[in-house]
């Protein structure tokens, strides 16, 4: 295939979802079954995810931040606790330990995949950690079991990491909770919801309890657990169920894209995948490369706005949440994180989706090479 010597002539969307009629074909038939909210779908999928990762509970919520959120609320967690995250995330991961009443405690991630350093959490734990929660960041997991050997509960954010494995397990039953995303652009989109694997009868009784302001027994009005408004609905039930069932095929095709980027970004100096480790199975949810502006050029923003310029969506996973302003404001003395802030400054995604075809990554890779060319020392 010859690569494309010229911009594109439509703007290629960073990370479409890969909707077809089996998906509307099962809205359609929820909508005309008269259940729009939690009932049989959401049962069915719950079901699917139970069998898929191999667990023995699977509740569905209505994110994966009501995922994170609940399962703090379920362990305890609460005013006066912390809890040691990333700061490699999206903001939503330390957002769930504030709304708990705990204080996030950021611990700095390893330079090569940007997960969370499991050194630097245990350099962190004090009387007052109460849990951990590690990202499993575009797709590769987190090290786990020195997490583990810490003794302290373990809640697992993999909104990107549906298909991961760690060590040749598959994650969902490893820890506490693990809190997968269906938001529309993930490997299972179902535009919004959220999925709390676990192995634990106790916690998943908890969750079910808080998910919904469940009517106690014999009466209409009474509830015995202050609980909250999270449950998924059918419909958007009914997206996920079809999307988890072709996640063979999906996967099938982000690893051709996964492997064109990787021929590609070889051949440009300054422009470095991240990290993958082979002996875990990568969700391969987001192609982030580091982009070092002494051996690259210029700069990721410039980088950015240059393949905007070529019609190319691209995004940026992530800033680093102890930067950001409410947390600036928040932990005013929030100690220097280094190898998050460098990579803060560093790290761009490049369109990766199985609504992508082939050519559209060939336009992706010509444009990075173009402007790469352009900017190149």
Known sequence: MPEPTQRRATFLGFQPPAIDDEEIDEVVATLRSGWLTSGPKSRELEAAFREYLGVEHALAVSSCTAALHLSLVALGVGPGDEVITSPITWPST?????????????????PGDLNIDPERVAELVGPRTKAIVPVHFAGAAADLDPLHALGLPVVEDAAHAV???????????????????????????????????????????????????????????????VGFKANLSDVLASIALPQLRKIGRHRAIRERHVAAYDAAVAGLDGITPLERDPR??????????????????????????????????????????????????????????????????????????????????????????????????
């Open 280 to 377: 875990d199975t990568h969700a391969h949810h987001l192609y982030v490369v580091r982009i070092a502006a002494a051996r690259a050029g210029v700069t990721r923003d410039e980088y950015q706005r240059a393949l905007t310029e070529e019609n190319i969506g691209t995004s940026i996973h992530f800033l680093p949440v102890h930067r950001l302003t409410a947390y600036r404001r928040l932990l005013p003395d929030q100690p220097r994180l280094p190898v998050a802030e460098q990579a803060g400054d560093e790290i761009l995604s490049l369109p990766l989706s199985p609504a992508h075809s082939a050519d559209d990554i060939a336009d992706a890779i010509a444009a990075l090479q173009r402007v790469h060319a352009r900017f190149g020392a």
């Open 163 to 225: 298909e991961t494995t760690y060590r040749g397990r598959k994650i969902g039953g490893l820890s506490a909770t693990t809190c997968f995303s269906l938001y529309a652009t993930k490997n299972v989109a179902g535009g919004e919801g959220g999925i709390i694997a676990t192995n634990s009868a106790e916690v998943a009784a908890a969750v079910d309890a808080l998910r919904v302001m469940r009517r106690s027994h014999g009466s209409l009005y009474d509830i015995e657990t």
């Open 94 to 110: 330390a957002n769930v330990i504030v709304h708990a009443g705990a204080t996030p405690v950021f611990a700095d991630v390893r």
